[in-house]
């Protein structure tokens, strides 16, 4: 098979969905690569090294879109969309509860898959690019922190005198919640973190940090995580008991990391304006779910920006970008293994529509958008 991969075009995107490494083995699986010049660039991967691994190198995206299957970070742009071979496989981060282009892309022919629907399961960890790279999310998010933080993370004792620890509030202990935590305790600081699923209580723990709970009705212990571990998004009463205890810890905070998500739902808002204005002056928040609007109102996209009270908010959305080359390279290894189910021994294309990696990320094909927007 022809496989491609054009320079990413969306703003702020620095990553490329394959690697030296990953071309490598397709080359050896008897596939041709075709990769647009500085398609790596921002990914600390130069072009040569694609040639050194077996690849085509070519000036234009049309060039390596021509092409069976096409790897991506981001899901096509409009202007991409008619530069792709009519038929292709695409692979890439779709956005998808907000992309409006999936009538086009069925149109073109394309079977697009849309990795972040990865189901959680065993089986797929090793093409989880949700995991892999709010893994390098959360450890960059507490870099980031340190940043733009005036003070030190660990507690010092010298001869002018002790410096006090940062206290960093982690919100939603997820696979990025949960990296920021270990990122954060291995800087020195004290961690506090909470999630509405109770679970996370114990891994919250396992690494050191102490967890917030908010106390949960009998009701709301059973409905707080859906089948596949997401959260759900809880009532109005939670939401307020939860908005009091935050507003308690977050005046103590030096450092406030949030990273809830709920699947296919705006992010839910867990710091209010009012709790930012009660915030000590030189702390920071860095707000993880921008993209999805935010756990804080005040956060603004791509922006960084101090409060009248000298709060610093940080809404940088793609942090994984900003570790380009060992995002790339683990994004690169998701969609290597993924495209393991799509060939065939003799390196052929076979859509096996039973199976439920397949099933649950195929998001057009055949002409029609199968992908269902939940209510
Ligand atoms: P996510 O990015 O969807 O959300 C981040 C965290 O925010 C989650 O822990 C969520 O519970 C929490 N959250 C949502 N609303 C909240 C609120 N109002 N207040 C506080 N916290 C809130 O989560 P994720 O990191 O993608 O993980 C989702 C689930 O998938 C988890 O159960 C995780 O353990 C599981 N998981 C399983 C596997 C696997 O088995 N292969 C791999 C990775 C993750």
Request: charged share 20%; net charge neutral.
């Amino acid at each position: 098979m022809r496989i491609g991969i054009a320079k990413e075009v969306a703003a702020y995107e620095t990553r490329v969905a394959a690697t030296p490494e990953t071309v490598k083995k397709l080359v050896s699986g008897g596939h041709s690569v075709v990769v647009q010049s500085d398609a790596g660039r921002l990914s600390a991967i130069p072009d040569q090294h694609y040639i050194d691994a077996g690849a085509t190198v070519v000036a234009t995206a049309a060039e390596a879109f021509d092409a069976d299957i096409v790897l991506k970070v981001r899901a096509p742009e409009a202007v991409e969309i008619p530069q792709i071979k009519s038929g292709a496989l695409v692979l890439g981060l779709f956005h998808i509860y907000t992309n409006t282009l999936l009538p086009e892309l069925a149109a073109h022919q394309l079977s697009c898959f849309a990795m972040e629907l990865t189901p959680r399961t065993t089986r797929a960890q090793s093409m989880d690019v949700l995991s892999s790279q709010a893994n390098i999310g959360g450890y960059k998010a507490v870099l980031l922190a340190s940043q733009y933080y005036p003070r030190f993370f660990p507690m010092l004792m010298t001869a002018a005198g002790t410096v006090k620890p940062a206290r960093v509030l982690i919100m939603g202990a997820g696979v990025a919640g949960l990296q920021a935590i270990a990122t954060a305790k291995r800087l020195g600081a004290v961690v506090e973190a909470f999630d509405v699923r109770p679970v996370a209580k114990e891994q919250v723990e396992s690494l050191g940090a102490k967890f917030v709970e908010v106390p949960l009705t009998d009701e709301e212990k059973k409905s707080a995580e859906t089948a596949g571990g997401y959260a759900r998004e809880m009532s109005e009463d939670y939401k307020r008991r939860q908005a009091e205890l935050v507003d308690k810890h977050a005046r103590n905070a030096d450092i406030i990391i949030t990273t809830a998500l709920i699947p296919g739902r705006p992010a839910p808002v867990l710091i209010q304006s009012e709790t930012v204005g009660k915030m000590k002056a030189g702390s920071v928040i860095i707000d993880m779910a921008v993209e999805q609007g935010g756990n804080c109102p005040l956060s603004r996209l791509n922006e960084v920006y101090t409060t009248d009270n000298g709060v610093t908010l940080v809404g940088i959305a793609n942090l994984p970008g900003l570790v380009a080359a060992d995002a790339s390279a683990l994004y690169a290894r998701n969609l290597l293994t993924f495209l393991g189910l799509l060939l065939d021994k003799e390196g052929k294309i076979v859509l096996n529509r039973e199976d439920d990696i397949i099933a649950a990320t195929l998001v057009t094909h055949g002409g029609e958008v199968l992908f269902k927007r939940p209510n």
